[in-house]
């Protein structure tokens, strides 16, 4: 065999592989798209419908209104949002201090906050249940936000500190030298060079918090106050779902950290990787 | 460990610019005492009053008879949750499960991902297209990704039971949620789907940290392409696998959302992990908050010895090498 061909054939198969990849990736998400838009006549026979003829956002409309996904959809938004943005704001000031000013036992306190980042959400939702309880924040969407911003804390430091450690600090010493003070220096100099890093931490801490479950399922236990995992949840523990309804509140969950990554996935890969790859 | 290596790896750029004048002297040594201190105090807070005293807080409670139907008479009762979890009869059981789940889950998401980062790592056209529709299932949430799976397995109405039939591997559907070892295979399939791209993203990045002279000196000294993977490519990448692994078996154990979604740890306890075992007790069981917080401490001793074993071991290795 010519190397020609040799190299040819290797194309191919490693397109083919590629494809395969994506096909796998891709199908289980483009059926329950399917199963969303189907009439229910469609939904339960065997051997299996693969499209239908009258496709219908019928699923859709009962999901927002009878369902009152908006209502849910609405709540997950304004904890995801508030949390997410709280928790950037205080990763970029201990990130800064992490990454900017030797102290003693810095060493340590990076080793405790790789500990502590550890430490998953559900082992902690029952004291956290408890110390909320006794101070009114359960079934509170603002109880909510203030778990779901330690939720984010320490890892969004750890991530804030290595961008910040990327960024040479040579700029915020001249700009320290013509007089500014160091809030300015911060706010003028430094976070501008810091936007692709702190989209990395926003959209972090957006994805877990817009897909954190347990936590919310049990703090959260009036309808309207419900964030949509907890609406999915609430949704399979009634007998008799219907599946094109499930599967449009599936879409509806997937949908907002779908964008998220497609848009910030440049950050997101920085963000993750910025440990893994030596400079 | 990833907190020594992450931080030699980030310092090392500017370490000595880090250290220069203007921040390292403020006028007053107090006036850098309170900046320093101001910018500590939110997150700071935040971790000691959500994370470390829950903690804390946690590990007494799992020493107590708190549940909330018992709110009031609260005391101490030893090791007795412990004992009711150990002696259980299911608690091998539960144990095993985890073991199959984290060992199959992590060691398929590994290879797969690997896989993906070499078929992924020479530039072709639409590469940037085609890392956003390949890396995206990391960004979504766990629950969904189970429930869209557990109708895809359905055993009535599954497009897989279809699927099959129609390759002719089966005559009639197979409840997959029914037969104990299937279901695990179901819940374990899904999680592997679910953790390839991080894998592939980890080890692509570590893929493109490799020089390429290094390449063509195994060329020069007749390397194969399956030679040069093992010489170079495996020892270049070696780091970032151990902590990948690492990070996803602490993660993997720690996730319960799929197998929530799909079996609820059924059936009869066959996908049964620790923490679907917790969330089970603390959801179901009476709400027995003391007794979940003994598998919750259970859960974090079995993860720390393990992460010391796991450094140990791989870094008796790296000597080796």
Known sequence: MSVR???AISKTLKGLALGLYLAFALAPILWIFITSIKPPEDIYTFPIKY???KPSFEAYRYLFGFANFSRYFRNSLFVTFFASIVSTFFALFSGYALSRFPFKGKGILMIFLFFTQMIPAYLLMIPQFQMFSSLKLTNNLFGIIIIYIGLGATFSTIMAKGFFDRIPVSMEEAALIDGCNRVGVLFRITVP??????????????????????????????????????????????AGIQWNVLGAGIIVALVPTMIVFFFAQKYIVAGLTQGAVKE | MPASKNEKGAKAPFSSSLETRPFRSFKKKSRRFFFLLALFIPTFSVIGFLTIYPTV?????????YTVFNIRRIRFIGLQNYEKVINSGDFGLILWNTFLWIFFSVLFQMLLGLGLALLMRKPFKGRGIYTGFVFYPWALSGFAIGLIWRWLFDGS????????????????????????????LAVIIVNIWYGIPFFAIMILA???????????SAWMDGANPINSFFKV???????????????????????????????????????????VYMINIVFYENNNFSKASAVGVIIISL??????????????????M
């Open chain 2, 303 to 320: 993860l720390m010895v393990f992460t010391t074993f796991y450094y140990l071991i791989s870094n008796t290795k790296k000597m080796e």
């Open chain 2, 157 to 184: 109405f599954g497009i897989i039971n279809d699927i099959l039939i129609r390759l002719g591997f089966i005559e009639t559907g197979i409840g997959f949620f029914s037969d104990p070892t299937l279901a695990m």
């Open chain 2, 57 to 65: 807080r946690g590990f007494i409670l799992s020493f107590q008879n």
């Open chain 1, 51 to 53: 499209w239908t003829q």
């Open chain 2, 233 to 275: 490519t495996l020892p270049y990448i070696r780091p970032v696998l151990v902590n990948t692994i690492l990070l996803r078996v602490i993660w993997v154990m720690n996730f319960p959302d799929i197998i929530y979604a799909m079996t609820r740890g059924g059936p009869a306890k066959a996908t049964e992990i620790l923490s």
């Open chain 1, 5 to 7: 061909v040799k190299k």
């Open chain 1, 193 to 238: 060079l810091l936007l692709p890093g702190l989209a990395a931490i926003f959209s972090f801490s957006f994805v877990n918090n817009w897909n954190e479950l347990f936590t919310a399922a049990l703090f959260l236990d009036s309808d309207s106050k419900m964030t949509v995992p907890v609406a999915l949840y609430s949704f399979i523990s009634k």
């Open chain 2, 206 to 216: 570590a893929l493109q940290g490799i020089p390429k002279d290094v390449y063509e």
